[in-house]
């Protein structure tokens, strides 16, 4: 049999797109031509690979068998059709897109913006903010970083913990908690904020208390770490926040932290992005930096 690569290469953006339409933007081809490369593909397989649902076109059980060794097959092909280049910083003109909460867009942002630009000053970063829904961008490989507590269940999705924090609680110098460290009923009766991109008024903090008979008193949630801060800055109110990336904001608030009164698991930061990108020397040399400013959080 005759083995076409560039039926090969539309099978890989069919299977990550999931749509014909933006299959045959990704390779600059037009839609009835990725539409015969899908008949061909279904010939070949003798498997629909995608199927339509209402609006949308869903993968096939055989095509989501295959796609991560679909792309693992592309990559290889087109490491050999075009070996890696010596980057050369200088010259690179290239615009990454990060996806991240504003504490990390706070604490990070500044130590990567100039540390990129002292080295490759042709290269534009976009720090964009977290929707309160997910969104395929990043599966698509549309965005070049995303942070978050966790990594998505997706096959074609690579990620690393960059950074482990601990959570602290965020008062007004005038609080009563700032000078004398609450007790768990106390903190439970506190009046807290609570940081949730989705408005959710529940999180594991609450099953802790509740297994000691408690429950906190959560009068608002803000999707930003900002504006629970500023809420916090009033006097009444507390917010638990992650310490060294909400450190800047709570000296630039004139807050205080306090331990919480129970044990909690370290905050984990994990940086997810596209296997596309996992040997691109660009996006490993951004990496690379994220890294670096990092670490710096934690320093003294």
Not at 110 to 136: C, K, M, Y
Request: proline share 7%; aromatic share 4%; with cysteine.
């Amino acid at each position: 049999m005759h083995l076409d690569l560039n039926l090969l290469t539309a099978l890989d953006a069919l299977l990550e797109e999931a749509s014909v339409g933006a299959a045959a933007d990704r390779l600059h081809l037009s839609s009835p031509a990725m539409s015969r490369a899908l008949g061909r593909i279904r010939r070949v397989t003798g498997d629909q690979i995608l199927v339509r649902t209402g609006r949308t076109m869903t993968p096939t059980p055989y095509a989501l068998a295959i796609r991560a060794q679909v792309h693992d097959l592309v990559e290889q092909a087109e490491s050999v059709l075009a070996p890696e280049r010596e980057l050369n910083l200088a010259a690179l003109d290239r615009v990454f897109t990060l996806i991240c909460h504003d504490a990390i867009t706070t604490a990070l942002g500044p130590r990567l913006i100039a540390a990129v630009h002292r080295e490759a000053p042709n290269v534009r970063l976009r720090l964009l903010a977290e929707s309160s829904v997910d969104t395929p961008e990043l599966r698509r490989g549309q965005v070049d970083l995303e942070f978050g507590s966790a990594a998505p269940d997706s096959p074609e999705i690579r990620s690393e913990t960059f950074f482990e924090d601990r959570l602290v609680l965020a008062v007004a110098p005038t609080h009563p908690f700032a000078s004398r460290k609450p007790t768990m009923r106390r903190y439970a009766d506190a009046s807290h904020v609570r940081i949730t991109r989705r408005g959710r008024l529940h999180d594991p903090m609450d099953d802790v208390l509740s297994e000691h008979g408690l429950e906190r008193q959560v009068v608002a949630t803000t999707p930003t770490s900002t504006a629970a801060l500023s809420v916090v800055r009033l006097g009444k109110f507390v917010t638990a926040v992650p310490e060294n990336m909400c450190a800047g904001m709570i000296e630039a608030l004139g807050l205080v932290t306090v331990p919480l009164p129970m044990p909690t698991p370290p905050v984990p930061l994990v940086g997810c992005w596209h296997q596309r990108y996992e040997n691109d020397k660009a996006h490993r040399w951004l990496r690379d930096h994220v890294h670096s400013a990092l670490q710096e959080l934690g320093r003294p």
